[in-house]
């Protein structure tokens, strides 16, 4: 079965300094991953997203994310963080062509601080 | 684009009311989500349709929801009665077909209270 687990619940850092949101995923053959970012009272918009091209895959706001097969996991990293940047982050994996295998995983809340 | 569109943005009603959902979606796409997040459950998928038919409504959670997509461009999500419980916010998505890799475009939300 696929699943898909972001390992911190809230990640907290400074104006200015990197950023990782951790997403690790289960599934038996190659998904499709996808990190969307929700701001207060918005619905879900797409940061990026992965579909068995190149590995590292830039998206808007100068995130970007990295698949890694061995570790099963989809990491989103930024060097340096924007106060704009604070929000809820969702990871998800696509597994099947049916709308119904997409997992969400449970979010995480970014807070930076000034 | 307009992206997809839903209405009501807030909605408060009484317990045992019925409440209707809209929602407009991408211009050509295919396929319609609707979620439901709340903070004990996170985002749950209710029911998606492809080509304006139901394929998978095992997240409904009981009767008292149901959804239609008469055309390809108007989905409903309706609640009745509604119960305090229901309260949460309510996403339409629509995304070009439902094919692997392809990406789901949300709405702003409907943010249902009920009292």
């Known amino acids: 079965a696929q699943s898909v687990t972001q390992l911190d619940s809230h990640v907290s850092v400074s104006e200015g300094t990197p950023v990782l949101l951790r997403c690790n995923y289960s599934?038996?053959?190659?998904?499709?991953l996808f990190w969307y970012v929700q701001h207060p009272n918005k619905g879900l918009q797409l940061l990026l997203k992965y579909t068995s091209a190149a590995t590292l895959v830039k998206g808007i706001n100068g995130f970007e994310a990295e698949f890694k097969k061995s570790e099963t996991s989809f990491h989103l990293t930024k060097p340096s963080a924007h106060m704009s940047d604070a929000a809820e982050y969702f990871c998800v994996v696509s597994l099947y062509s049916s709308a119904s295998k997409i997992i969400f995983g449970s979010g995480t809340r970014l807070s930076i601080r000034p | 684009d307009a992206g997809v569109i839903q209405s009501p943005r807030h909605e408060v009603t009484e317990m045992g009311q019925e409440v209707t959902l809209r929602c407009k979606p991408i211009s050509g796409h295919n396929s319609l989500f609707w979620y439901r997040q709340t903070m004990m459950r996170g985002l749950e998928l209710l029911i998606y349709f492809n080509n304006n038919v139901p394929i998978d409504d095992s997240g409904m959670p009981e009767d008292r929801f149901s959804a239609k997509m008469p055309n390809a461009s108007f989905s409903t999500l309706k609640i009745q009665p509604s119960e305090p419980r229901d309260s949460a916010v309510y996403f339409c998505a629509s995304s070009p077909s439902h094919g692997l890799g392809n990406t789901i475009y949300f709405g702003e939300g409907s943010w249902l209270t009920v009292v």
């Open positions: 599934s038996s053959y190659s998904p499709s």
